[in-house]
T-cell receptor, first 115, second 110 residues
Framework: ETGVTQTPRHLVMGMTNKKSLKCEQH?????MYWYKQSAKKPLELMFV???????ENNSVPSRFSPECPNSSHLFLHLHTLQPEDSALYLC??????????????FGQGTRLTVV | EDKVVQSPLSLVVHEGDTVTLNCSYE??????LLWYKQEKKAPTFLFML????IEKKSGRLSSILDKKELFSILNITATQTGDSAVYLC??????????FGTGTRLQVFP
């Protein structure tokens, strides 16, 4: 256990559904991240939050909508997804923005399948 | 275009073998390089390398960064079946941005 918890672990949704992924950490970290890991592709950073404020949106389509109500919780709201959005979505947190002398702790991920 | 390239893509060895995983990078404003081990789902942190030529060690794992030639290696000695995983390399640039390689899949057989 890394201290970062993601729910659900698996999710199957239709293209017209709306669902949310949840990430929670009680490590006292200030920065939280959403990553997407597709088969045979590098891990892709999607969003970065620092002290609840979004500092990075890596050209992610608007059908992915993040929410960070406090430093311990991060959500990824999903709507009208496409089959190519099927992937493992990983949440991570770090003491501060990933720079010198810090590392990120990852959750177990949510395996998302869009049908 | 910034990129991180790992090689080999996959590796199959027997227990007791020593392996070397490679990571080369072309990253603007490079700050540090990270190595992660990914078993099943959650990547776990192994090393952060910032200075060139200084080896970091943790048990049977060691890693070093060459900022002149823009690469890093991860060595695993006396491999065990529990070392089977995908090993990810990532470059940190501009303080808070991260770019990952596709990973090296290591399989260790008894």
């Amino acid at each position: 256990e890394t201290g970062v918890t993601q729910t659900p672990r698996h999710l199957v949704m239709g293209m017209t559904n709306k669902k949310s992924l949840k990430c929670e950490q009680h490590l006292g970290h200030n920065a939280m991240y959403w990553y997407k890991q597709s088969a045979k592709k590098p891990l892709e950073l999607m969003f970065v939050y620092n002290f609840k404020e979004q500092t990075e949106n890596n050209s992610v389509p608007s059908r992915f909508s993040p929410e960070c109500p406090n430093s311990s919780h991060l959500f990824l709201h999903l709507h009208t997804l496409q089959p190519e959005d099927s992937a493992l979505y990983l949440c991570a947190s770090s003491q501060d923005l990933q720079g010198l002398n810090t590392e990120a702790f990852f959750g177990q991920g949510t395996r998302l399948t869009v049908v | 275009e910034d990129k991180v390239v790992q090689s080999p893509l996959s590796l199959v060895v027997h227990e007791g073998d020593t392996v070397t995983l490679n990571c080369s990078y072309e990253v603007t404003n490079f700050r540090s390089l990270l190595w992660y081990k990914q078993e099943k789902k959650a990547p776990t942190f192994l090393f952060m390398l910032t200075s060139s030529g200084i080896e970091k060690k943790s048990g049977r794992l060691s890693s070093i960064l060459d900022k002149k030639e823009l690469f890093s290696i991860l060595n695993i000695t006396a491999t065990q079946t529990g070392d089977s995983a995908v090993y990810l390399c990532a470059g940190i640039y501009n303080t808070d941005k991260l770019i990952f390689g596709t990973g090296t899949r290591l399989q260790v057989f008894p």
